[in-house]
T-cell receptor
Framework: EPEVTQTPSHQVTQMGQEVILRCVPI?????FYWYRQILGQKVEFLVS????????KSEIFDDQFSVERPDGSNFTLKIRSTKLEDSAMYFC?????????????FGPGTRLTVL | KNEVEQSPQNLTAQEGEFITINCSYS?????LHWLQQHPGGGIVSLFM???GKKKHGRLIATINIQEKHSSLHITASHPRDSAVYIC?????????????FGKGTKLSVKP
């Protein structure tokens, strides 16, 4: 069965460094998402991406964050200058259709630790 | 914007018990999602439903659109059902917008 993959599974970085989290969505899906979950808290939406552009973003997704689909398969989340509070699990997801009307398939997550 | 409330926050059951987890939301939607988060952190989509009831194995999800309420039931619970169960709805209601997640219900099933 097709699945969403994410790399790396765990990333440790120093505050102020740039990180890139990578995702490979399911190949025939059209909508891509990034979510984050701070330890012990609920899952929060960051950004959605459709037709090679951002379709929605949350207040969390500020200028430090960017997303890209550099080729036909990868979907990346870049954090330009990491802060301690960026430490969280980051989940990528994809869906065939709109989030509100179609099942989302989640990747296993990348645990980001900012020291 | 939609708001989501789940109850209970924590639930401990004995193996074999019937489990009910509840989810309420504030803005009308066309579909609601139930997700399972494993102890290791991975998230799996269980159901997406827009009306009535759906069943998959020992899991049953129901939704009442008029009352803005959904329930997830687990029949004959088993220790492997231990996980966090999360409901999610479109942020702006309808079928548009992205998902807002509940805080989750942590279920622990004892043998």
């Amino acid at each position: 069965e097709p699945e969403v993959t994410q790399t790396p599974s765990h990333q440790v970085t120093q505050m102020g460094q740039e990180v890139i989290l990578r995702c490979v969505p399911i190949s025939n899906h059209l909508y891509f998402y990034w979510y984050r979950q701070i330890l012990g808290q609920k899952v929060e939406f960051l950004v959605s991406f459709y037709n090679n552009e951002i379709s929605e973003k949350s207040e969390i997704f500020d200028d430090q964050f960017s997303v890209e689909r550099p080729d036909g398969s990868n979907f990346t989340l870049k954090i330009r200058s990491t802060k301690l509070e960026d430490s969280a699990m980051y989940f990528c997801a994809s869906s065939p259709g709109l989030a509100g009307a179609d099942t989302q398939y989640f990747g296993p997550g990348t645990r980001l630790t900012v020291l | 914007k939609n708001e989501v409330e789940q109850s209970p926050q924590n639930l401990t059951a004995q193996e074999g018990e019937f489990i009910t987890i509840n989810c309420s939301y504030s803005v009308g939607i066309s579909a609601l999602h139930w997700l399972q988060q494993h102890p290791g952190g991975g998230i799996v989509s269980l159901f997406m439903l827009s009306s009535g009831k759906k069943k998959h194995g020992r899991l049953i999800a129901t939704i009442n659109i008029q009352e803005k309420h959904s329930s997830l039931h687990i029949t004959a619970s088993h220790p492997r059902d231990s996980a966090v169960y999360i409901c999610a709805v479109p942020l702006y209601g309808g079928s548009q917008g992205n998902l807002i997640f509940g805080k989750g219900t942590k279920l622990s099933v004892k043998p």
